[in-house]
């Protein structure tokens, strides 16, 4: 809900939201801000590291003396950008695309659910990767561990009319310090911890590299995802994957793309991921 309040804060029926096709607003939030803020998509791809090219962005401006055309009002960036495979985005590409929004007009918002993977990856604040940006939404669930959660950042006007846009949507809660308190544990003590995830990920990706009949379609994970696909000669399709791995105890699931994504996590300990690959080792072999 953060990025549709964001949007909704922001754009009027009739204007334009560019994003990247893999961005989650535009995959996976319902076509929320079409079907209730009578918003427009305007999708463009995404580069393999997850960013997308400023001249793209800058193509995808409508003429605003056009009356035709929509009115480009907003750009919304994800770091990390988890469809392409959790990929971090640097301190210098977001402050390029702050620049760039600005001189096109466009607010600029980073759906950041995931920005303090980015930010432990790429070894720099949080609050340095998205200084350029008018708002954010982060995610106290995740990685960072929190039961419930997710929270939007902007300026004060901002926030005021967010406030309003959460209540007309059923989104308003009354005594949530119960599960703030919950979010509060979690920036203190769950940020730094962020590495062993990105640390077991990686030795995740290694081992599956290691048994023929899987490919690593992302590549090397930046962050705390690892996307495979099984080779057609293996002979065994997703869901069959799947269920061979719960009955040895490992839940995993594939994406509307056909790909398996694992998640590592504060519960996931460095004997679970052995487990995980001896169990890939002995379906897929
Ligand atoms: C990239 C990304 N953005 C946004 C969200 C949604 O966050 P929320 O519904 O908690 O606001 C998710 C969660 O699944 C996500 O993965």
Redesign the pocket.
């Known amino acids: ?3 549709l309040v964001a949007v909704l804060a922001v754009c009027e029926r009739g204007d334009e939201v560019i994003m990247g096709t893999a961005g ?1 607003t535009f995959l996976h939030e319902a076509g929320g801000v079409s079907a209730l803020g009578g918003v427009v998509i305007h999708t463009i791809p995404n580069q393999e590291d997850g960013s997308l090219a400023l001249e793209n962005i800058e193509r995808a401006m409508r003429d605003p003396g056009d009356y035709h055309e929509p009115i480009s009002r907003m750009l919304i960036i ?1 770091n990390t950008q ?1 469809a392409c495979g959790g990929k971090a985005l640097s301190a210098d590409y977001m402050h390029s695309v702050g620049l760039k929004a600005a001189e096109l007009g466009l607010y600029f918002h980073v ?1 950041g ?1 995931r920005i303090f993977n980015a930010a432990v990856a790429l070894k720099t604040p949080a609050a340095t990767l998205v200084k350029s940006a008018d708002s954010v ?1 982060f ?1 106290l669930s995740k990685g960072l561990c929190a039961p419930i959660g ?1 929270v939007l950042c902007g300026g004060k006007q901002f926030i005021e009319r967010a406030r309003r846009i959460r209540k007309l949507l059923g989104g308003g809660m009354r005594q949530a310090g119960i599960i703030a308190a919950a979010g509060i544990v979690a920036l203190e003590t769950m940020v730094e911890r962020l590495e062993a995830d990105h640390v077991r990920a990686n030795r995740l990706a290694e081992g599956l590299s290691e048994i023929a009949g899987i490919q690593l379609t992302k590549g090397s994970p930046n962050t705390n995802m690892v996307f495979f696909s099984l080779n057609p000669n293996v002979g065994l399709d997703n869901g069959s994957l799947i269920a061979e791995m719960k009955a040895r105890g490992v839940l995993i699931n594939d994406t509307s793309e056909g790909e398996i994504r694992l998640v590592t996590h504060n519960d996931i300990d460095d004997l679970a991921i052995e487990h995980c690959l001896k169990a890939l080792r002995e379906i897929v072999s």
Do not use: I, L
């Open positions: 809900m953060g990025n989650h994800e988890n759906d659910a939404t995610c997710s």
